[in-house]
């Protein structure tokens, strides 16, 4: 809309097309309009003396982004247009956008695995250009714009990993290159913390052989995280027969 395009010039500072998280801070500080657009309600006058409120506005530009790094006018236009369309829809799993970390997640090895994502409806992107991380002092940085390049162009509303890329996720956190939504399947031992306002969800099995952990070691592991944005998932041992045995064994890896 014109409005969107008005706000958006306000907030591209560069004009580069792209706003960054600082020049989104800026602008809501700066701008009475734009406060009064993004944020009703609240003065954002003194951010950066103002915790709470410097919270809620980095948590917006996270969401306006989906995890990515800077949104675009499309970006904008696209989360308050949303923002105000009645609640209750439900859009589909056909519009929802999954990219998939190619190592470990056994496109070969185990292929059910991706094909029982693909076959629920969901877009998928695998992104397998990458390397094993798993190699001794091996360099994740250099392949975290491999990814980020494909995030930006694929534009997920999931990005998914197993086992060893799980490697690739936490740099990803760590160099803010995705903050949002993330699934990590048998959540791999370099995760020792998840981020903040992340909304992330851990499949594990209790009889995982590659990366052994407890329950209590997840459950602390997510916990971690920002409450009610995230989840563990796990599957255990259960109705024990006689000793080894039960009717319903926990997975592995």
């Known amino acids: 809309s014109h409005t969107a395009r008005w706000l958006f010039g306000m907030m591209d500072i560069t004009g580069c097309g792209r706003v960054s ?3 989104f801070i800026t602008a809501v500080q700066r701008y009475q309009e734009v406060n009064d657009f993004v944020l009703p ?3 954002s006058s003194n951010l950066l003396s103002d915790v709470d409120g410097f919270d809620i506005v980095d948590r917006l530009f996270v969401a306006i982004a989906a995890g990515r790094s800077r949104f675009s006018c499309a970006d904008f236009a696209a989360y308050f247009r949303a923002a105000h369309e009645p609640s209750g829809q439900d859009l ?3 519009t929802r956008r999954v990219l998939i970390i190619g190592p470990g997640f056994g496109r070969e090895i185990n292929p059910r695995q991706g094909i029982m994502i693909e076959q629920a409806g969901y877009q998928v992107h695998w992104v397998c250009n990458v390397p094993n991380p798993e190699q001794h002092s091996f360099p994740v940085a250099p392949y975290l714009g491999t990814i ?10 999931v990005v998914a990993c197993a086992s060893k890329g799980g490697v690739y996720v936490v740099g990803l956190w760590q160099t803010g290159i995705w903050r949002g939504p993330t699934l990590l399947i048998n959540a791999h031992p370099c995760c020792q913390q998840l981020p903040k306002d992340v909304p992330v969800v ?3 099995g209790a ?3 590659v990366y052994p952990a407890s329950r209590q070691e997840l459950e602390d592991l997510v916990a971690s995280g920002t409450p009610s944005l995230c989840f ?3 599957t255990a041992n259960s109705g024990m027969i006689s000793p080894g045995m039960f009717t319903r064994e926990g997975d592995r890896h």
């Not at 930006?152 to 509303?157: A, T, V």
């Open 207 to 209: 009889n995982d052989e």
């Open 92 to 94: 589909g799993r056909s």
């Open 202 to 204: 851990i499949a594990h």
């Open 21 to 23: 998280k600082l020049e």
């Open 148 to 157: 980020a390049a494909e995030i930006e162009r694929f534009r997920p509303d």
């Open 232 to 234: 563990l998932y796990w």
């Open 41 to 43: 309600g609240l003065d």
